[in-house]
């Protein structure tokens, strides 16, 4: 296998398929490196699979389009390499990547960074007991298991993916015990200015307010303006309190609770790099500075999809496709001319697609008690660091992500803050008196996924330039 | 200028400038420490944190010595134990010729009229550290070395300065150095810091401060990369050298392996980054490998390189400027600095509380690298 | 926790969990196994002591990891099953064996 390529993608995703197809045929030499066994990235996951399996139907008609956005990527002559994490990226550009026990260095002239989202974390007192996931969790369960929860469940949060979870579940045979509406009520107020623009995805909407329909249909107690939760039990959940806003305390019995506060972006990839990142104030969350073609402040590297602000399948789709166009002209396969009159298309389409966003920020606002967990909740699952020892931290150490880090070794775990960040952020921009965007996020240092020693060391004497 | 008047600045917020900083306030001295970043930013915060005399050279040997009598004391020092360890150093010989150079070394220590290190054999070994290799045939070991915990000794020493009375202030870079009548003048920004008495333990950035006093002391710059893995269950007591390739291993409290040696990543001194190179790394992963038969299957967490000075006799400077009166440095420990940390403060009170010190610090004159000395300004 | 929508597909195969054999679908993450048993856990935390169960099911949360095939702190939601495949619950920090 050739180890030189004139891109590298980094998520096979519909990002990552689409700017791999498209760059394909431009006569670009690419590599797609992905860590799960087939294409799809979260939102497609396991779409051959579950297509051929017709289990497909209960996804809806976005998921059919991943599987043929699939079947041409794998067609499209790119180099696709599965079940391989990458473990370092450095510029110039050299992946690392780790699949099994093989561990190797390929060089890209370009990079694409297209591996999405991940969900906002949501700490809360018991968050860690055995019985909590989140809802993303119930939906790769569904989607690469064919697995539904064996009791009704109990789903706690806000956000486009809660109302579609609970309607594939109950569509799947599977039941809800209760619903528990985090979304604070002045959002809608905050979503009404931006419905108009919205109506340019109508379906989208439409398909929104079939699935509240079916649940209101279904009888399931939803209860609003839920404030706070908690789970509790000893060494798994058996039950659930919940908070309102009217100050109204319930407990409810419970063996599983999915919960779900809206999906962020995944930046650890651009951080690893060193790109530089803004805050997006509508979406809560950091993301990669970028220009209008996807390009980070690191020349050749590029963002598409959900790594540059959540704007959804249709939009990762389009950025993937523009992102190809200006890779192509980069390396001079096209001229600027023709790769901004490519990209007209796709970027119609892309705005189209993201006009639902502002709507949908604004309605599905993170509950601001997620920037302010109490002192004895977990923030850092990894390393068991809670919220009130980050403040102590944070007192004396400027306002500083890293220094925190190193004090109470919140981040030092192997998700590398992939979970915590963001918390950790709100927490101590609060203590400091900082914005969440003057405060940033811990540096990221490699390995970027686990690797042993004795894998680290079989790459000695590797080639390091291409 | 008021409340920018002090009777010592030190220039550096790492160890060594925490330890100055807390023995002069002891000794009733105003002190500000001035940082640019903030408090172990660089080669404190990313030390493998070992406390050793072991292979000292001859020149630092007694200092060593004397700093290692305050680690089994560092709790009455600075109030905390600093998670120090006393379970042995160990240099380890896999060959004859290895074996060679380790009866030499014994045999100057004992020359010197140390007993600390001494030899022992293979069985011993074996006892002492089951999880070695078979190959390992002898060591050097000193029963009183160990390792501490760079993180909580760094806020157990600025703790113990602040609490004895000395200002830390973070973001504050020294820009200029400016002699005004008997005393100097620091500027950082539009700050003005004036005292009789500078402190350089500015680390990796140390020649330049020198250099703004007049003096041109030649250091070169160490990044030092590392590796921390994930949890073990504790199998490994002392920390272990090995005579012939570069390693540094040790077991932390925690559970974790610290894996070291010395290899390089590229230092930038002007972004004050260190970028780790992966491939060359690697070595260090395979020594340890070889090493310990039994750990090639754990994770690795992270791995780092940090910022440090070094010089070419691989000793520090530690002692009055040759050229600007008043100005003491303290740099240069090419990666072998934590355990000095609590008795360099000593000397440098010694220097400014009565201009002298009975503590051997000869050897580590600024002077011996200097080509030639510069008139100060 | 958990159950399968339909019965077992022809692409069958066996593992075991901590010795008990299971039966489950070429193919799918050993958590999703490890969520169909009596006890969902995948081990215990390393730090706290606690048991840990998968949370994110996508690689991120490292809540998952079981010893699988005699390799520790495999993260079991990337991971697939094989038959034949051995699991073993992992309770807090690994243990080294001895050298010979």
Redesign the interface.
């Known amino acids: 296998m050739s180890h030189k390529f004139d891109l590298i993608v980094l998520g096979a995703g519909p990002a990552g398929m689409s700017a791999a197809r498209s760059a394909r045929a431009l006569g670009l030499d690419v590599a797609v490196v992905d860590e799960q066994p087939a294409p799809g990235g979260q939102v497609w996951r396991n779409v051959e699979q579950a297509t051929a399996r017709r289990a497909a139907e209960a996804f809806g008609s976005d998921y059919e389009a991943g599987a043929e956005l699939a079947g041409s990527f794998r067609t499209c002559g790119a180099t696709y390499l599965t079940n391989t994490q990458v473990w370092q990226i450095e510029p110039g550009f050299r992946v690392y990547t780790r699949n099994g026990g093989d561990l190797d260095i390929l060089f890209g002239r370009m990079l694409l960074i297209a591996t999405g989202a991940l969900e906002r974390a949501v700490p809360f007192p018991g968050w860690t007991l055995p019985g909590v996931m989140t809802v993303g969790a119930a939906q790769i369960l569904m989607k690469s298991a064919d697995e539904i929860p064996d009791r009704p469940v109990w789903i706690a949060g806000s956000g486009p993916l809660t109302l579609l979870y609970a309607t594939q579940l109950l569509e799947a045979g599977g039941a809800i015990q209760g619903i528990l509406d985090t979304a604070p009520r002045a959002n809608r107020y905050r979503a009404l200015p931006h419905a108009m623009r919205a109506l340019a995805c109508r379906d989208e909407l439409l398909k929104g307010m079939r699935w509240i329909r079916h649940l209101r249909r279904s009888a399931i107690p939803i209860i609003r303006d839920v404030t706070e939760i908690e789970a509790l039990g000893e060494s798994q959940v058996e039950g659930i309190r919940f908070r309102t806003t009217g100050g109204n305390e319930s407990t409810v019995p419970a063996t599983l609770l999915l919960v779900h506060e809206g999906v962020v972006s995944d930046i650890h990839m651009t951080l690893a790099l060193g790109c530089r990142h803004e805050w997006h104030d509508a979406q809560q969350c950091f993301v990669p500075t970028l220009d209008e073609w996807g390009e980070t402040s690191e020349q050749g590297a590029f963002v598409a999809g959900d790594g540059s602000g959540i704007g959804g399948v249709r939009s990762a789709c389009a950025a993937g496709e523009i992102a190809a166009l200006a890779i192509a002209r980069a390396l001079g396969r096209l001229s600027a001319a023709e790769a901004q009159q490519a990209a007209h298309e796709p970027r119609r389409r892309r705005a189209r697609a993201l006009a639902l966003r502002p709507f949908l920020d604004e309605l599905y606002r993170p509950r601001s008690q997620l920037a302010h967990p109490a002192d004895d909740t977990i923030v850092c699952r990894c390393e068991h660091v809670t919220a009130g020892a980050i403040r102590t931290a944070a007192r004396g150490a400027a306002g500083d992500p890293n220094q925190v880090k190193a004090a109470t070794r919140c981040g030092m775990g192997p998700c590398l803050g992939r979970v915590c960040s963001l918390t950790v952020a709100h927490v101590i921009a609060d203590t400091s008196g900082r914005s969440v965007a003057e405060t940033g996020v811990y540096r990221v240092r490699p390995p970027l996924r686990p690797i042993t020693l004795a894998q680290l060391a079989s790459i000695e004497g590797k080639e390091i330039a291409a | 200028m008021t409340g920018h008047e002090f009777d010592a600045i030190v220039i550096g917020g790492g160890l060594h400038g925490l330890s100055a900083a807390l023995h002069l306030s002891r000794a009733n001295r105003k002190v500000v420490v001035l940082e640019r970043a903030w408090v172990g930013r660089h080669a404190s915060g990313a030390s493998a944190a070992g406390v050793r005399t072991l292979g000292r050279a001859p020149q630092e040997l007694a200092l060593s010595l004397e700093a290692m009598h305050m680690w089994h004391r560092i709790e009455r020092l600075v109030g905390d134990d600093c998670g120090f360890h006393s379970h042995g150093q160990v240099r380890l010989a896999e060959s004859e010729a290895d074996v060679e150079k380790l009866e030499e070394r014994v045999a100057l220590v004992h020359g010197l009229g140390y007993q600390h290190e001494e030899l022992i054999d293979r069985v011993e070994l074996r006892r002492l550290v089951p999880a070695l290799s078979r190959h390992c045939m002898a060591a050097i070991l000193v029963r009183d070395n160990g390792a501490a915990d760079p993180h909580r000794t760094l806020i157990a020493f600025r703790r113990a300065a602040e609490g004895a009375g000395a200002q830390i202030r973070e973001g504050q870079g020294a820009e200029a150095i400016e002699r005004t009548g008997s005393c100097w003048t620091v500027r950082v920004g539009a700050d003005r810091y004036t005292a009789p008495f500078v402190v350089n333990v500015a680390g990796a950035w140390a020649g330049r401060i020198a250099a703004m006093v007049g003096d041109d002391i030649p250091i070169g710059t160490k990044a030092s990369m590392m590796i921390v893995t994930e949890r073990v269950a504790h199998f490994i007591d002392p920390v272990l050298g090995a005579v012939s390739r570069p390693l540094s291993f040790k077991q932390t409290d925690r559970g974790t392996l610290l894996i070291g040696g010395g290899r390089q990543g590229i230092a930038d001194l002007d972004r004050e980054t260190a970028t780790v190179r992966l491939v060359e790394l690697a070595s260090a992963a395979r020594t340890a490998c070889e090493l310990f038969p039994t750990i090639g299957e754990i994770r690795v967490a992270r791995v780092w390189a940090g910022l440090e000075a070094a010089t070419s006799d691989q000793v520090p400077v530690i002692g009055p400027s040759p050229n600007a009166p008043g100005v003491i440095h303290v740099f240069g420990f090419t990666g072998h600095g934590f355990q000095l940390v609590p008795v360099t403060g000593a000397v440098v009170t010694d220097l400014v509380t009565r201009g002298r010190t009975e503590r051997p610090i000869n050897a580590l004159t600024a002077e011996r690298l200097m080509a030639a000395r510069s008139v100060a300004a | ?6 019965s077992l ?1 022809q692409d069958r195969v066996t593992v075991t969990i901590d010795g008990i054999e299971i039966e489950a ?1 070429s ?3 050993v958590a ?1 196994v490890l ?2 048993s009596e ?3 995948a081990g215990t ?4 002591g ?14 998952c990891v079981a010893i699988v095939d005699g ?3 495999t ?1 079991t ?2 991971t ?1 099953v094989r038959n034949g495949m051995h699991i073993s619950r992992q309770h ?8 010979p």
């Open positions: 926790m958990f159950r399968k929508r339909q597909t679908e193919g799918e993450p999703a969520l169909r006890s969902c856990r935390h390393p730090v706290s606690q048991p840990r169960a998968p949370y994110c099911m996508m690689g991120v949360c490292f809540d390799v520790a702190s993260q939601c990337l697939p807090g920090p690994r243990i080294l064996p001895d050298v």
